[in-house]
């Protein structure tokens, strides 16, 4: 089994389970960041946008919210992971450290079950489970994720470009 090409993404019959997949990109998480995504999505909690507040707690300095960290751990992994498949669901979130405003997020991922589908047969089921550090080795969260990936050749066609105009 060889592994797809940069971008290229997974199909369904690339996948084994024990296979460890590290994902290339990495992500400076900034404070307009932190800010916009809690804001943005309603979290009223002072510890992620206040940095006087933040200040007053045990951690010092404002906390990376949870489900941003998760939402950057995940696409971080959609290369290597899901570009040819169907999210069903993450299962088991664990937020061992906290991120911080200038950590570099990573992450990985460990392919642990991979089945047919019994419904969609140009389809199968892959579950990782996938593990975020910072730039220091920190892990800062870890989750399982089940999707549903096509079978080579069964998928979508890829996007294609426009030719700009004169």
Do not use: K
């Not at 971080?76 to 169907?86: A, E, Q, Y």
């Not at 997020?105 to 089921?125: E, F, H, K, Q």
Request: no cysteine; charged share 20%.
């Amino acid at each position: 089994m060889t592994g797809p090409q940069q971008g290229d993404g997974r199909w369904f019959e690339d996948f084994a389970a024990g296979m460890v997949l590290p994902h290339r990109l990495g992500r400076t998480i900034t404070a307009a960041d932190n800010t916009w995504f809690t804001l943005l999505t309603l979290n009223n909690n002072p510890i992620h946008f206040d940095a006087a507040y933040a200040a007053q707690t045990e951690f010092g300095r404002p906390l990376v919210n949870s489900t941003l960290t998760l939402a950057l751990a995940t696409g971080l992994s959609v290369d290597d992971v899901s570009r040819h498949g169907i999210n069903l669901g993450w299962a088991a979130v664990r937020m061992p450290a906290p991120l911080f405003e200038g950590d570099t997020l990573y992450a990985r991922s460990t392919v642990v079950g991979v089945r047919d589908s019994r419904s969609r047969p140009d389809m199968g089921i892959v579950e990782v489970e996938t593990t975020g550090y910072t730039h220091a080795g920190v892990v800062v969260i870890v989750f399982r994720r089940t999707i549903l990936v096509y079978r080579r050749g069964r998928g979508p066609a890829p996007p294609t470009l426009p030719a700009p105009r004169p």
